[in-house]
Structure formats: structure tokens, C-alpha cells
């Protein structure tokens, strides 16, 4: 039987997402613009989620800061993602739009960026 809890809608998109960052680090030809962007929307996805199963309210925005402070209200823990949702927060529009006077992200920040998203999920699965 399939899970229809709401967030679980949610985490899969998210889990897509990670998978499809990981790819765009690919040996042939990396994209990690493409994959910081996908990085963030796996944690907005997984923030999201969270909230949806605990009943909160939220507005759609991209902003991590804000979902990691409705997620604090619940849980104080989740403080300590802050950093990553520092790191990630810029990279909601990175691979949408030219970047003019940001520098495009190199495969080492991309990587970062990654490994936080994962961070951001293995928290809230296991909250």
C-alpha cells in the first residue's frame, strides 16, 4: 500500500531533486550552477514537507531562513541548520537567471551545497 501522507509528496520531489543535483556533477559535463539550485530546492522541499506533516502554515517563497524559523517554532533543533540554509538560500534562483554580478558556482561550492541539502534531509526524516 502507498503512504498518502502529504509530505511524503513532498519528500519525494525533494529526493528527485538530489538525485538530479548529484547528476548535474557528473564526470561529462558538470553543471553546478544547476546543481546548487537543485540542492536548494531539495531542502526547501524537505522544510516544506516537514511543516505540511506537522500542520503549519506557510507562505511559498524560497527563503530557507524563513522555513528553518517556522521549523524552530516546532522543533529548537533546527536551529542548527541555519548555516546550511544561509549557504543554500542564494542558489534558489542561480540557475534560472545569468548571473551578473554573482560568480557562478565552481564544482567544489556545488559539492558544499549538495552535502548540505543531504544534511537538511537526514535532519528533518529523522525528526
Known amino acids: 500500500m502507498t503512504d ?3 509530505e511524503h509528496a513532498w519528500f519525494s520531489k525533494a529526493d ?3 538525485v538530479l543535483a548529484r547528476r548535474a556533477l557528473g564526470p561529462d559535463r558538470p553543471l553546478p550552477g544547476l546543481a546548487c539550485f537543485l540542492a536548494q530546492q531539495c531542502a526547501e522541499k524537505y522544510l516544506k514537507g516537514y ?3 506537522h500542520g503549519v502554515p506557510f507562505r511559498f517563497v ?3 531562513g524563513y522555513l528553518i524559523d517556522l521549523c524552530t517554532g516546532l522543533d529548537p533543533a ?3 541548520l541555519m548555516p546550511a540554509a544561509i549557504t543554500l538560500n542564494p542558489y534558489a534562483g542561480a540557475a534560472r537567471y545569468p548571473a551578473e554580478a554573482a560568480q557562478e558556482p565552481d564544482i567544489p561550492r556545488a559539492q558544499d551545497a549538495v552535502r548540505r541539502a543531504q ?3 537526514d535532519f528533518v526524516l529523522q525528526s
Open 78 to 80: 533546527f536551529a542548527d
Open 119 to 121: 544534511q537538511i534531509a
Open 51 to 53: 511543516l505540511v506533516a
Open 4 to 6: 498518502r501522507r502529504p
Open 16 to 18: 528527485d531533486d538530489l
Open 62 to 64: 524560497h527563503d530557507l
